[in-house]
């Protein structure tokens, strides 16, 4: 249902998003079920086009260029009428969510080999909270742009999909996972780090401080994901 609005919401010429056509609701054996039915876009992820065989540097560049003109269209998207920031400020949802995610691991590996890994994530959510950055600039976010969530055809964005995180938030952590998640071992030779002058280009500032960006990792590597703000119906 959230990622209905976010596309009707969303949904303008040239905006590289799915058009959202049809979405439906029903309980099936008492389990609510909901499903949406957009228009079909071509183009494969920047995942796989970034791993093919064959594909040299200069030919990667041009899609990280892309990659990061494509996230600066979103932060300079005015956040669309139909979407309001909720009550709950942005970071502090983020750590509502971390927070929960590291008790229940805490919880479930009690008594196992992961126990100590559960103390230390638990002291570092803490330590988050104090050293929390300075409050943002705040921007309409993807909340998990990423490669696998966006497409390409001929080294140009095609689409940008998994709109269910998207929010009010600080543009930073989308470039933090923009250059993080996923892991890039798996794909080549090619390593994210490699394509972060491109891709900072491509968004036109220069690549911020390194500690913030990994601020934002730790916090989504703890959970601090997916806290959509409340949307008027």
């Known amino acids: 249902r959230y990622e209905n609005k976010i596309l009707d919401a969303l949904s303008s010429p040239g905006f590289p998003i799915q058009v959202s056509r049809y979405a439906g609701e029903r309980v099936h054996n008492g389990i609510p079920e909901v499903w949406l039915v957009t228009d079909f876009i071509a183009g494969r992820r920047l995942t796989d086009e970034l791993g093919r065989s064959g594909v040299g540097t200069d030919a990667r560049n041009v899609c990280m260029k892309a990659y990061g003109r494509a996230l600066r269209t979103i932060h300079d998207c005015p956040i669309p009428t139909g979407i309001q920031i909720g009550g709950t400020p942005w970071l502090d949802g983020l750590f509502a969510l971390a927070e929960r995610y590291v008790d229940e691991y805490a919880i479930e590996h009690a008594l196992d080999e992961s ?11 803490e330590e988050m909270k104090r050293e929390r ?12 742009y990423t490669t696998d969530h966006v497409l390409f055809e001929d080294r140009k964005v095609t689409g940008i999909v998994d709109w269910a995180t998207a929010t009010v938030g600080d543009p930073l952590y989308d470039m933090a996972q923009a250059l993080y998640i996923p892991p890039m071992e798996a794909s080549g030779d090619f390593k994210m780090e490699d394509g972060g002058s491109a891709f900072f280009d491509g ?25 959509p703000i409340e949307m008027s119906v």
């Open 133 to 144: 950055p300075p409050a943002p600039s705040l921007k309409l976010i993807h909340g998990d």
């Open 203 to 227: 968004y036109g500032i220069v690549p911020p401080a390194l500690d913030v960006s990994r601020y934002y990792q730790d916090l989504y590597d703890l959970g601090g994901r997916g806290w």
């Open 115 to 125: 126990a100590a890994k559960a103390v230390r994530q638990l002291e570092r959510l």
